[in-house]
């Protein structure tokens, strides 16, 4: 493929529940296939030589709003990835990353996702990053709270460095499946200078083509940040 390819892709998976609908299956049905395509996309994003894709599993509203037994069901889910699935990842050499407020998870949950995490090779050249019940909103509260607990200056450099994402470069693009043209809460302050793509395709119809049709997209894109493109001045 041609043009650049970003070093940061944000995944925003939505749609699985409309899937589901269609075919008359419960939700959770919808976020199986959901699952088996963030997989066969994170393969891809890999061979493309993306180095960072984070994908926005679980907002703090979803955590806070959605039935237990479709939340039982995501759950369910992780622990099916982060005990079968993370291995296969482990073995090419990546990684898994967590970002979020894992507190209120089921304990068992929330000690494979940070076992995942620290059991992730080091220096890996590919990180899947995983949001769980994560928001922006309270990601900045949390960072800017802890800055001034330890009396220090508040900055852009100082906050940026107690977010979650401290360790992985901004977003180049973040992508949203499933219709909805609106961040819901993913990567605010990390996303200022994002490239933002918006497809119709419900996330469990998501092919790993369609995520190439995105990069392509994105390598066309004239990102400014603010100045005057060289070539157009
Ligand atoms: C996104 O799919 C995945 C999660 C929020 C966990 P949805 O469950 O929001 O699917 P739709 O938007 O209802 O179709
Ligand atoms: C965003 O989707 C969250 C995830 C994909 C995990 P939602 O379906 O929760 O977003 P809204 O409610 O339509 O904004
Ligand atoms: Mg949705």
Same mark, same amino acid.
């Given at each position: ?12 998976? %939505?749609?699985?529940?409309? =899937? ?12 199986? #296939? ?17 180095? =960072? ?18 939340? %039982? ?21 990546? *990684? ?25 090779? #080091? ?21 800017? #709270?802890?800055?001034?607990? %330890? ?27 499933? *219709? ?24 469990? %119809? ?7 049709? #995105?990069? +392509? ?12 493109? +060289?070539?157009?001045?």
């Amino acid at each position: 493929m041609e043009g650049s390819i970003p070093r940061h892709v944000g995944l925003i998976m %939505d749609g699985n529940g409309r =899937w589901a609908q269609a075919r008359h299956m419960p939700r959770s049905l919808g976020h199986n #296939a959901g699952m088996n395509a963030m997989i066969r996309i994170s393969k891809r994003a890999k061979e493309l030589g993306v180095s =960072w894709l984070t994908v926005y599993v679980l907002s703090t509203e979803n955590l806070a709003s959605r039935p237990k037994e479709e939340l %039982d069901g995501l759950f369910g889910l992780f622990r099916k990835y982060f005990t079968v699935n993370v291995k296969k990842l482990y073995k090419q050499g990546a *990684g898994v990353k967590v970002i979020g407020d894992l507190s209120p998870l089921p304990q068992d949950v929330k000690e494979l996702l940070e076992r995942g995490e620290k059991d992730s090779p #080091a220096g890996a050249a590919f990180t899947l990053v995983f949001a769980v019940n994560y928001g922006s909103r309270a990601e900045i509260a949390r960072a800017a #709270a802890s800055l001034s607990a %330890d009396g220090e200056e508040i900055t852009e450099e100082s906050l940026a460095k107690r977010l979650y994402t401290s360790d992985i470069p901004a977003p180049d693009l973040i992508i949203r499946t499933g *219709g909805e043209k609106r961040l819901s809460n993913f990567l605010l302050y990390q996303g200022a200078y994002s490239e933002l793509y918006f497809t119709d395709v419900l996330f469990p %119809d998501f092919t790993p083509r369609e995520f190439e049709k #995105a990069i +392509e997209e994105y390598s066309r894109r004239d990102r400014r940040f603010g100045g005057i493109n +060289e070539l157009k001045r």
